[in-house]
């Protein structure tokens, strides 16, 4: 009978959970699915914007990627700046406010009449796709069950892709009815759809809570949604203080760059730079470079959807695999992968087999990109994890930046669609090497622990023949 009563209120937590998780990773992937229109949706008018200069202005390719690029600065700026200020007032205010002010601008790109005020709008708007991109990974990763953890950040950073493949999708189906500005003005649709429901509905993370040492607030944020607690948490919050030994050592960017960190960070950050960099330039330049191969407008744009339908459905089938033998072997292959199916561009082969190559493509370059997310999240204890994750999507964005530019000069220069293919290729290739240099994690101890002590009891030594307890966050 004792054990039928326990029972109860564990089901009852277990659903709460449950239905946490999926409030959260749905949220999550809503807020990231508007990140990756963001994304395609210059890509899919800028072909517009070449050819009527009446628009906002007179563009040429080598412009064009500039002003592509202005967003991206906007995201890099964004993404550091949520890495320090989301390890310290918390995962929730950073996306609520991400979600307001990315969606503001957008509408303010929309009403944009100059060059100069739609890059003005393409950076505001970039600094909260910024912020909300280097903050996901961290609070869906704390939220993830064990052993789901790079299949719950592969599913909400699919939301990019799928964000781009909508973007692709509208753009052909609309782009002749709304035009630009209408595109845009769906771009600024969360501020009345998704911060609402997030406001409500999106908890903080009880892992933050209790790594700031804020025992109450997180066991009020656990009864409500029955995210577990640190073990020692359940004693009376009166005798309890969080401390933070040498094993896990200091929080934020000045953790992520101790003698410990280092040199993963720097190799994931410039994975990241690579893979992002072809990320952006194939999603800026893709129709383009199909119109310029001889395909009609409509069916350049439609080898975005194809790009974009393979990196969602290779990342979610990599984050499976990722989850169980773990992420940078996954990762390493998936470049491997891109390098060589974006140089089989290059070969006459039937439209079949080309649009095969595409989708491949996407698995290596947005696939990537999202097991890359999930590999950092992983890869950091708490009080540095969303650092971890805004370096690799700020720091990142450097590549970024460069893919429309990569792009934009690359055409500019009278370099056939053949030799940019092969260049991507090379980059591609970079990234694989830089993946397979990134060190095997610490212990999963070092990695993922809180360490709480009774206050006012000596701290677990050698000369008492015990540890300090840690528990799983």
């Not at 914007?49 to 412009?63: M, Q």
């Not at 030594?461 to 840690?470: E, L, Y």
Request: charged content about 10%; overall charge positive.
């Amino acid at each position: 009978m004792t054990l039928a009563k326990d029972a109860v209120p564990d089901a009852y937590q277990e659903s709460l959970r449950r239905r946490t998780v999926v409030w959260v990773v749905g949220l999550a992937t809503a807020g990231l699915i508007f990140d990756g229109y963001d994304l395609v949706v210059f890509g899919t008018v800028v072909s517009t914007f070449l050819r009527n200069p009446g628009e906002i202005g007179a563009l040429n390719p080598a412009s064009a990627g500039a002003l592509g690029s202005y967003a991206l600065i906007g995201v890099l700026v964004g993404a550091l700046l949520a890495g320090s200020v989301g390890d310290i007032i918390g995962r929730r205010k950073v996306m609520l406010a991400s979600y307001a002010w990315f969606a503001i601008f957008m509408g303010f790109t929309a009403i944009a009449t100059t060059t100069m005020m739609f890059g003005i709008g393409r950076f505001l708007t970039g600094l909260g796709v910024g912020a909300l991109v280097g903050t996901t990974g961290a609070i869906v990763s704390e939220f993830a069950p064990p052993g789901k953890k790079n299949l719950c950040n592969a599913i909400t950073y699919s939301g990019v892709p799928w964000g781009s493949l909508i973007a692709a999708l509208l753009g052909i189906l609309l782009l002749g009815t709304i035009g630009w500005r209408g595109l845009f003005w769906i771009g600024a649709l969360p501020l009345i759809t998704l911060l609402p429901l997030a406001y409500f509905k999106m908890p903080e993370s009880v892992a933050w809570l209790v790594s700031r040492g804020r025992i109450d607030e997180a066991r009020d944020v656990s009864a409500r949604t029955g995210m577990p607690m640190p073990e020692l948490a359940a004693t009376p919050a009166a005798t309890l203080s969080v401390t933070v030994d040498s094993s896990t050592g200091h929080a934020g960017y000045r953790g992520l760059f101790d003698h410990r960190n280092w040199l993963p960070s720097v190799l994931l950050g410039l994975t990241s730079v690579t893979t992002l960099l072809l990320v952006y330039s194939l999603n800026t330049w893709l129709p383009e470079l199909m119109l310029r191969a001889g395909f009609d407008a409509k069916g350049s744009l439609a080898f975005l959807l194809v790009l974009n339908g393979g990196a969602i459905i290779g990342a979610l089938l990599g984050s499976r695999i990722a989850d169980r033998f773990g992420p940078k072997l996954v990762t390493s292959a998936f470049l491997l992968t891109g390098a060589v199916s974006i140089a089989m561009l290059i070969i006459p082969v039937p439209l079949p087999v080309l649009l095969l190559f595409v989708a491949i493509a996407g698995v290596g370059t947005s696939g990537t990109q999202i097991l890359l997310f999930g590999f950092v999240a992983n890869y950091y204890r708490t009080n540095v994890r969303a650092a971890g994750v805004a370096w690799a999507a700020g720091f990142g964005r450097l590549g970024g930046v460069g893919g429309p530019l990569v792009g934009g000069i690359l055409i500019a220069a009278g370099l056939g669609v053949q030799q940019i293919f092969l260049i991507l290729a090379g980059v591609a290739l970079l990234g694989t090497m830089f993946v397979l240099a990134v060190p095997m994690a610490h212990r999963q101890r070092d990695l993922h622990t809180t360490h709480i002590e009774p206050s006012g009891s000596a701290p677990a030594d050698a000369t008492r023949g015990s540890n300090p307890v840690t528990s799983e966050v």
